[in-house]
Nanobody, 126 residues
Framework: QVQLVESGGRSVQAGDSLMLSCAAS????????MGWFRQAPGKEREFVAA????????YYADSVKGRFTISRNNALKTVYLQMNSLKPEDTAVYYC???????????????????WGQGTQVTVSS
């Protein structure tokens, strides 16, 4: 089993930047795809970004493409989400997740991820 802990969420102004971190403990991080999702009040959890096991391939939701960057440091067992040009509609709880199986195709759907963190709140004010 892997335990995932997100950090870095806080309240910011529109246009600001923020970096989220996801630290893993327990099972190794390095063989698995990792992803970031978010959930706003009253809405379903939605895909934000994902990265393959070695960090060479990344995937983004259209709503964040060009503004957010996902990266990972397998030696530190940490995944990052750099968020630039934040908008009020980015307000949500952000979750880190680990893919269900080692290597393989990078998932972008919720059911493709088997381990989740508790989330970190990001609030963007206009």
């Amino acid at each position: 089993q892997v335990q995932l802990v997100e950090s870095g969420g806080r309240s910011v102004q529109a246009g600001d930047s923020l970096m989220l971190s996801c630290a893993a403990s327990g099972r190794t991080l390095s063989n698995y795809a990792m992803g970031w999702f978010r959930q706003a009040p009253g809405k379903e959890r939605e895909f934000v970004a994902a990265v393959n096991w070695d960090g060479r391939s990344t995937y983004y939701a259209d709503s964040v493409k060009g503004r957010f960057t996902i990266s990972r440091n397998n030696a530190l067992k940490t995944v990052y989400l750099q968020m630039n040009s934040l908008k009020p509609e980015d307000t949500a709880v952000y979750y880190c997740a680990q893919g269900r199986g080692p290597y393989g195709v990078v998932p972008t759907a919720v059911n493709g991820f088997g381990s989740w963190g508790q989330g970190t709140q990001v609030t963007v004010s206009s």
